[in-house]
């Protein structure tokens, strides 16, 4: 049997390296669209129903069509991942407003364009798990519809860049007021004085994690508060513990922001202890 990479495209199982979309679909030309990351973990993949519901709600804020049934998309994803053999790693979804002649309106007809790839990996490496992370302030530049998972992550881009050359894992976008809104592709959390979880309320600043949602339950069913309001960085650089969450880091302790050393410098107990309850959560099947 061949080990080579399969996507879908559009209706179609394509090898990897011969995959491609049109030079005119709006997403390569104007960012028109919208996309997931799903964990896959030991063949599973994790918490789908958050992430087909937040699809569908990008969609819909865009305007974009639903191109297919749930259950039909359920098929694809899992055959994209049969197909590639990943037992851990992610599956990527993406769809766009399709393809058409270059012009800022919405086309008349345009079919949805889709592609589906997975890949081992992309899951959160060991040592930052045990050690923690640092992380980088720079300025929020992105748009206020930051609710929408749209393909259009320029300013991401340019934020875990910046992070990357300061020698730090993941960046914090902090709004005008100094108040931390989430990271790069990750949402923020502290932990307060009191023990309690804190983290940005939903709102069209910072997108809605499915990591997020499904921690703040595991949380809660644990009896650790959770208290959602926004954090500035000076209450962050001060905080008990700090932590991200994203599909593909899972939750990873934070331990330096900028110049400053969190508490002693190692991963928190609270910290630890949602690592193990996320573990948890992973190794129980829906
Ligand atoms: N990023 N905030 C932003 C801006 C993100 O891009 C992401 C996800 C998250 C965390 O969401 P979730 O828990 O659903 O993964 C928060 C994905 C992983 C990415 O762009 O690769």
């Given at each position: 049997?061949?080990?080579s ?14 995959a491609g979309?049109h030079i ?14 799903m964990?896959?973990d030991?063949?599973?993949?994790v ?6 519901d937040?699809?569908e709600?990008?969609l819909?804020?865009l305007r974009i ?6 259950a039909?998309?359920?098929v ?5 991942v049969?197909r ?8 990527y979804?993406q769809v ?6 270059r012009?800022h ?14 890949r081992r990996?992309?899951r959160p ?6 050690e ?10 992105r748009?206020a ?6 393909v ?8 875990k860049?910046?992070a ?18 989430e990271g790069?592709s ?6 307060d004085?009191d023990?309690?979880?804190v983290?940005?309320p939903l709102?069209n600043?910072?997108l ?16 650790i ?6 954090f ?15 599909t593909?880091?899972?939750?990873t ?13 190692r ?8 690592i ?8 129980t099947?829906?």
């Amino acid at each position: 049997m061949s080990l080579s990479r399969i996507a879908y495209v559009n209706g179609r199982y394509v090898p990897h390296h011969a995959a491609g979309v049109h030079i005119e679909d709006r997403g390569y030309q104007f960012a028109d669209g919208v996309y997931e990351v799903m964990a896959i973990d030991n063949r599973r993949l994790v918490d789908m129903t958050p992430h087909y519901d937040r699809l569908e709600r990008s969609l819909r804020e865009l305007r974009i069509e639903l191109p297919m049934t749930r259950a039909a998309l359920d098929v694809v994803l899992h055959e994209v991942v049969r197909r590639n053999r990943v037992r851990n790693g992610i599956v990527y979804l993406q769809v766009t407003r399709g393809v058409a002649t270059r012009d800022h309106p919405f086309p008349k007809r345009a079919e949805p364009a889709v592609v589906v790839t997975a890949r081992r990996g992309g899951r959160p490496n060991p040592q930052n798990r045990e050690e923690g992370v640092a992380v980088v302030t720079v300025p929020d530049i992105r748009w206020a519809r930051c609710d929408i998972k749209s393909v259009s992550l320029l300013p991401n881009v340019l934020a875990k860049q910046a992070a990357k050359e300061a020698g730090g894992f993941e960046a914090w976008q902090v709004d005008a007021d100094d108040m931390i809104t989430e990271g790069s592709s990750t949402n923020a959390w502290i932990v307060d004085a009191d023990g309690n979880l804190v983290t940005r309320p939903l709102a069209n600043t910072i997108l809605s994690g499915v990591t997020r949602l499904v921690l703040k339950q595991l949380a809660e069913e644990s009896d650790i508060r959770v208290v959602e309001r926004p954090f500035s960085v000076e209450e962050a650089k001060n905080a008990r513990e700090a932590f991200i969450t994203s599909t593909t880091s899972f939750v990873t302790p934070v331990v330096r922001i900028d110049d400053r050393v969190i508490a002693n410098g190692r991963p928190g107990s609270t910290t630890t202890r949602l690592i193990e309850l996320y573990d948890q959560h992973l190794a129980t099947p829906a």
